[in-house]
């Protein structure tokens, strides 16, 4: 016992101070819980199989491919129309939404799929993240408005019925839920602003600001000699290839991409694809081009070869309006800085092998801030020349690899993987809803942990990601070692009697001067034992004690168990004693501190809100 309490105590302190990582720390109090034997390896791993760990890695997942889709945008935006850009407007409205659906989806869930739309919503109306996200876990630990909401509610419904009471009903807590969730809100408002005021983002002037796609595309000003051009099926261009036709020598124009109708199968409303136009190409009737080059020269090309010129307007993709006359959803652009000892110097930019090599067009050259858009072909590159260039991301990534003659400008890679895929967007929220179904209904005999694996896997085979690799970055694993590693210490602290012992001594000590004293004792003690241990193990813990203590004093156990059941929900103050509060602590940079800080008094006023209210609504 001394031992597990040494160990649990040295991990507090660590977390307080927040010099290390949270999964570090957690990690550290696992390997001596085994070292000193008091749990066996099996024991302290099994929180790595924990249905609620998998099921967090899947959320990530899920949650990922509404964010890569768009999806998260579109209805952040649609709530930001509710909302305004009002902060306070917002965390009324995060919050709501959150406890509403947290109230019939487990709060990890809720969590896990808001965490996007929340983060993209914050930066839309040009807030810090940080400022929302913990409202964002608070709110989904008050919507404890059902009986399915949090598994304590499920812990103290089966305690009532292995004693031979009457069950809970569905929405036997649904007053308890609204009158926490308007507490909570009324009182993370001064508390948001006053300890998460801190958390601004500062700029770091050390790191190389990348330009994104949309910033390279205004600097090298391509908007303004960029032509939109429908091939119709008696143009004499059709069916033949680039290399053919010659029309950069003979219109002096580049040909950046080609986009047509998809003849892909399974592609999931992908209506259009996006081609980089090589020697080999083979123009097809219908054909949309994207001609670089002096308007003039584009006329000429056009009326020459019976071509019509596009409505900037008009979009090939589905559904969409296009202002973005350059798309970068499969096709990028990147700055390349010409090094002096490079084998490209002196070379004109036809006699390199950027096409052939990379299969990249080059459509500029900067020079001591100039920039030469036209006749790009005959330029001579000289050291210390930035080229823009164009390409499939895959070969942009190559590209970025040659450090001999060359070095990349930031990061356009990292930018791609920000560009999202909104035609999945209705297959992802499909997914999204199918599984929020089969969570919701009992009756659908499949297991939430599964469902949330399936859909994960689904958000993957249907596309909804550029590939594999990008589902896998979308798990934020610190969270996941953290809560893997700390489950494992609830299991420590009841193997050595540590968890009776407190809890015992507390509510016999408070039994005997009169059931509210106990209420408050069970309460409080419920509070505390959710500081060092998950809240199910805690209600599975103090079920019974706040049952047998409310039949020896002869009085009913419904207020006593709801207590256990509400308590064991609203734990604030610890990151790692629910998955919510694991779960925004790395995108919200939070520290141990933070949730102290902003925890303990909204803890207080629950306690005494919920001790007063309680035997009102159940009265002893």
């Keep these: 016992m001394i031992t597990t309490l040494i160990i649990l105590s040295l991990s507090m302190i660590f977390f307080v101070q927040g010099k290390i990582r949270a999964d570090i720390i957690a990690l550290c109090a696992l390997v001596l819980l085994m070292v000193f034997d008091i749990l066996t390896p099996e024991e302290a791993l099994s929180g790595f199989s924990n249905s609620v760990v998998i099921m967090m890695i899947g959320l990530f997942v899920v949650g990922g491919a509404i964010f890569k889709t768009g999806l998260a945008k579109m209805i952040s935006s649609r709530m930001l129309h509710l909302a305004g850009k009002n902060e306070l407007k917002l965390l009324i409205l995060i919050m709501v939404v959150t406890a509403s659906i947290g109230a019939f989806v487990s709060n990890t869930g809720t969590v896990a799929l808001m ?30 408005a059902t009986l399915i909401s949090t598994p304590p509610n499920l812990v103290v419904h089966g305690a009532l019925m292995e004693a031979g009471y009457k069950g809970l009903s569905f929405f036997s807590f649904t007053p308890i839920g609204i009158v926490c969730l308007l507490a909570g809100i009324v009182m993370m408002i001064p508390l948001s602003k006053w300890v998460l005021d801190k958390k601004e983002n500062k700029s770091d002037d050390t790191t190389p600001k990348t330009r994104t796609q949309g910033e390279l595309i205004k600097k090298y000003q391509l908007f303004k000699n960029l032509f939109r051009v429908y091939v119709p099926s008696q143009s004499s261009i059709c069916s033949r290839t680039l290399q053919e036709l010659n029309i950069t020598q003979k219109y002096n124009l580049s040909i950046l991409e080609i986009r047509r109708k998809s003849s892909t199968t399974g ?90 090599d990379y299969s990249v067009n080059i459509l500029g050259v900067e020079r001591r801030g100039e920039y030469m858009l036209n006749n790009v072909k005959d330029i001579r590159i000289h050291a210390g020349d930035v080229l823009l260039v164009q390409g499939n991301w895959e070969n942009i990534m190559r590209l970025s690899k040659n450090q001999a003659d060359w070095v990349m400008l930031g990061q356009p890679v990292e930018e791609a993987s920000k560009v999202t895929l909104d035609y999945k967007a209705p297959v992802a929220a499909a997914i999204m809803l199918l599984m929020v179904v089969v969570m919701v209904f009992d009756f659908i005999p ?34 996941v070692v953290l809560i893997g590693a700390m489950l494992p210490m609830s299991l420590a602290l009841q193997k050595t009697g540590v968890s009776s012992f407190i809890s015992e001594q507390l509510v016999n000590s408070l039994g005997g001067l009169g059931p509210m004293f106990l209420l408050a004792g069970i309460y409080l003690t419920t509070s505390l034992m959710t500081l060092f ?61 933070d949730y102290v800080k902003v925890g303990v008094p909204i803890q207080i006023v629950m306690a005494i809100i919920m001790i007063l209210f309680l035997p009102l609504l159940y009265p002893f």
Excluded at 125 to 136: E, H, V, Y
Excluded at 454 to 471: K, P, S
Excluded at 550 to 572: E, L, N, R, T
């Design 533 to 593: 241990i998950s809240n199910t193990a805690t209600a599975v813990l103090l079920a019974p004690i706040a049952m047998q203590s409310a039949q020896a004093m002869d009085v009913s156990p419904y207020p006593f168990m709801f207590a256990v059941a509400v308590s064991a929900s609203m734990c604030f103050v610890s990151p790692f004693s629910t998955p919510p509060n694991a779960l925004v602590m790395t995108p919200g940079k939070y520290t141990f501190m």
């Design 446 to 479: 499949v297991p939430g942990v599964a469902a949330v694996i399936i859909a994960a896997i689904l958000m993957v085979l249907t596309g909804c990601f550029r590939n594999v690799e990008d589902a896998y970055k979308t798990i934020n694993w610190e969270s």
């Design 115 to 144: 965490l996007p739309i929340v983060i993209s919503m914050a930066n839309s109306a040009g807030i810090n993240p940080s400022r929302l996200l913990m409202p964002l876990a608070f709110a989904s630990s008050l919507g404890v």
């Design 267 to 356: 592609r999931f409303l992908k209506t259009v694809d996006q081609k980089l136009a090589g020697p080999d190409t083979i123009l097809e009737a219908n054909d949309v081009l994207y001609v670089f080059g002096a308007f003039e020269n584009v006329e000429q090309f056009v009326e020459i070869n019976k071509l019509q010129f596009t409505e900037t307007n008009v979009t090939e993709y589905a559904g969409e309006s296009s202002n973005e006359k350059l798309s970068v959803r499969e096709i990028g652009i990147a700055e390349i800085v010409i090094l002096s000892e490079s084998t490209l110097v002196n070379k004109a930019v036809k006699e390199t092998d950027f096409r052939m």
